[in-house]
């Protein structure tokens, strides 16, 4: 027998996850932080996901983060769930409570934000309407903070009319839906201009929303990161605009669990962005 402590353990679920970028940047503030804890990459299939969940915390594991095609499914197997989750209808966030309940939160929104506070720190949302492109799980949670910074109206295309019919159900009246050919017709006097599709990204087809349109002092963000500045944020650029990448969203999302888990408040700053970089 022994008085010694469990060293805390969390890590990240997906099917797949070999990608997640998420081991790197938790590694690197816990050795920069000097914490005892590790953070690993778990690999859950769909079939598996409650049965797996529910064992970790018998192993030591005191949280997880969640990633894709787990993020609507948690919701099902946690025992509490803020109010953001369920509005949303996805986590992304798990705490392994004491008494043996798992909590259930989703951070995408606030890390959303905070990314854009950060790096444009002169963006004022309240200024006028924001244009978001899709309406997947991370659509609804740029949506609700989006409503809840103050943005007056969004203008929401997705390539498929009923996700964007029912998000807009969903979150009421702030939210005007539009085809997604009538994109670029909806940059004129957008402030905010967000783009949470995979269109862009390394391996998938290219956007297909033309930005010719684009108010040059609008704030133009992409959720993608891979590759880091796209071509949707090149083009936003050529045009006058201010342009904030995806990165610092993965960064900041993460911040929140890493405080429950190892009780400490990690700082998102550049040498953070370059751990990951060059992980």
Do not use: C
Not at 146 to 161: D, K, M, Q, S
Not at 191 to 212: A, C, E, F
Not at 214 to 236: C, G, M, R, S, W
Request: cysteine-free.
């Amino acid at each position: 027998m022994t008085d010694n402590p469990r060293i805390p353990l969390a890590g990240v679920i997906g099917h797949p996850i070999a990608h997640s970028r998420s081991p790197a940047l938790h590694g690197y503030w816990l050795k920069r932080y000097g914490l005892k804890g590790h953070y690993i990459p778990i690999d859950i299939a769909p079939a598996d996901l409650a049965e797996l969940v529910r064992t970790l915390p018998r192993l030591g594991f005191v949280g997880l983060n969640v990633t894709i095609p787990h993020k609507e499914a948690i919701l099902q197997i946690a025992d509490i769930v803020t109010d953001r989750a369920a509005l949303i209808g996805a986590a992304n966030t798990l705490i392994f409570r004491k008494d043996g309940k798992i909590h259930a939160d989703n951070t995408d929104g606030s890390g959303f934000i905070a990314n854009l506070r950060q790096n444009a720190p002169q963006w004022n949302p309240a200024s006028g309407p924001a244009v978001v492109l899709g309406a997947g799980g991370a659509a609804r949670a740029v949506v609700a903070a989006l409503i809840e910074v103050g943005v007056p109206e969004i203008h929401l295309a997705n390539r498929t009319r009923p996700r964007a019919d029912a998000l807009r159900s969903d979150f009421g009246a702030k939210i005007h839906v539009h085809e997604w050919v009538q994109g670029a017709n909806l940059m004129d006097d957008a402030v905010t201009v967000v783009n949470t599709t995979s269109l862009g990204m390394t391996g998938k087809p290219d956007m297909t929303v033309s930005l010719h349109r684009l108010n040059p002092h609008a704030l133009v963000n992409d959720l993608v990161y891979t590759p880091l500045k796209t071509q949707f944020l090149i083009e936003a650029e050529e045009r006058g605009a201010k342009v904030v990448d995806g990165l610092g969203m993965l960064l900041h999302q993460a911040a929140p669990g890493f405080e429950r888990w190892f009780g400490l408040r990690p700082e998102v700053d550049e040498a953070t962005r370059q751990a990951v970089l060059s992980a």
